[in-house]
């Protein structure tokens, strides 16, 4: 019998959607803490002379978003893990920061402004934060890159990974905002799920995002689930809390077997398999459910919906939808994963069908189409078989 890896609780970061759209609301809450070498994910802007050195012809248009002139972001001295993120309705205030940082085990907190906004046509969930703080509670890679977080507080917008690389977001280039054009400047996958940019609390508030709205929360020493449950009881009533890097009881992940009738039937493959055949050349868009376009987690939902089986959205949540198996052993239906993010090394960023034959369906990036490829196995990360079950009990 296979074997669970991962506990279903893991993922349940992306329960969290950021569905808040941008408006402006006060509020006067408590900021957090701060905090190694430069990577090649940024490029440091150069500086802009001040504005009585340039030109009048050569000032930006009015709709682009100007560079910001901030001081120098703060060294990277302590990464802190983040174990929940909390998104509520109104601003964070003081008194309700104290309550969070009063629960058993809390060690270190952190504010940002969270919203869902479009750019480059895509509705993309986003956080405005102070970069000398913000970074330390980030993925190593991307906490350490100095320049990625200059950019940011420069006015730049630091997308993900699979926003940037499979989105088609390319480095220095200048995309369609809110209000306006902002320059990618990075790609860095947070860590935080959904989460799928990062701008300064400057230029999100040029963007209208809501104020200290979203809080990160580190207790590595604390079981994240009772944290959870805590912070829910202090903070308002619509507060919702996913769990990020959750620390959970060692029986939570120990192996357990998988009953007969676990898995899909025979006939709910073949249909699966049928319905992402059925979509062979059809172009692939980030973010894109079907059933025109597709991106790759969005490829497999879409299909294994078609044989009645409820599949979470994105790749991460996927992953643990039933027990990881040997690719030796990989069956057609199977999911396959890839840790393909250079920014976040350990996150799940693309997933395909296992087709057979050592062949793979997939959606694979902007500018390619749904197709059958071989397998490979370069950052392979695991072949998971499908348990309709586990899989609905995934959010």
């Keep these: 019998m296979p074997f669970i890896v991962v506990a279903l609780v893991a993922v349940l970061t992306a329960d969290v959607l950021l569905l808040v759209r941008p408006e402006q609301e006060a509020g006067q809450p408590v900021r957090a803490q701060a905090t190694p070498k430069s990577t090649l994910m940024a490029q440091q802007r150069r500086q802009q002379p001040p504005p009585q050195q340039q030109p009048a012809q050569q000032q930006p248009p009015a709709q682009q978003q100007p560079a910001m002139t901030l001081q120098p972001v703060a060294p990277l001295k302590k990464l802190h893990k983040p174990n929940l993120f909390v998104l509520t309705r109104k601003p964070f205030t003081n008194e309700l920061l104290q309550k969070v940082a009063k629960l058993r085990g809390v060690r270190a907190l952190e504010l940002a402004d969270a919203a869902s906004i479009t750019l480059d046509g895509k509705r993309v969930q986003t956080l405005a934060v102070n970069p000398s703080t913000f970074r330390s509670y980030t993925p190593k890679v991307t906490a350490s890159s100095d320049p990625l977080w200059q950019n940011v507080a420069a006015g730049d917008v630091a997308v993900s990974f699979v926003l940037g690389n499979d989105g088609g977001l390319a480095l220095h280039r200048r995309v369609a905002g809110p209000a306006g054009t902002l320059r990618i400047g990075a790609y860095a996958t947070t860590g935080f799920g959904a989460v799928d940019a990062v701008v300064s609390k400057d230029v999100g508030r040029s963007l209208g995002l809501p104020h200290d709205n979203a809080l990160i929360v580190s207790a590595p020493d604390t079981n994240s689930d009772t944290l959870r449950k805590s912070i829910l009881k202090v903070l308002p009533k619509g507060t919702q809390a996913a769990m990020v890097n959750p620390v959970l009881p ?59 089986v409820r599949m ?49 369906i997939q959606a694979p990036r902007t500018g390619d189409v749904v197709k059958i490829s071989p397998v490979h196995t370069r950052n392979l990360a695991g072949v998971v078989r499908v348990s309709p079950v586990a899989a609905a009990k995934v959010r």
């Design 250 to 308: 060692q029986p939570q992940t120990r192996a357990r077997s998988w009953p007969a009738g676990s898995f899909m039937t025979g006939e709910q493959i073949t249909v699966a398999l049928k319905a992402a055949a059925s979509k062979l050349g059809r172009p692939y868009v980030w973010g894109a459910e079907g059933p025109d376009t597709f991106d790759c987690s969005g490829l497999v939902q879409w299909a294994f919906a078609q044989a009645g």
């Design 312 to 360: 979470p959205r994105v790749t991460h949540q996927q992953w643990v939808t039933g027990p990881q198996v040997p690719l030796s052993q990989a069956q057609p239906g199977d999911l396959i994963f890839w840790r393909l993010d250079p920014t976040n090394p350990g996150y799940i960023s693309h997933v395909a069908i296992y087709w057979g034959d050592g062949k793979m």
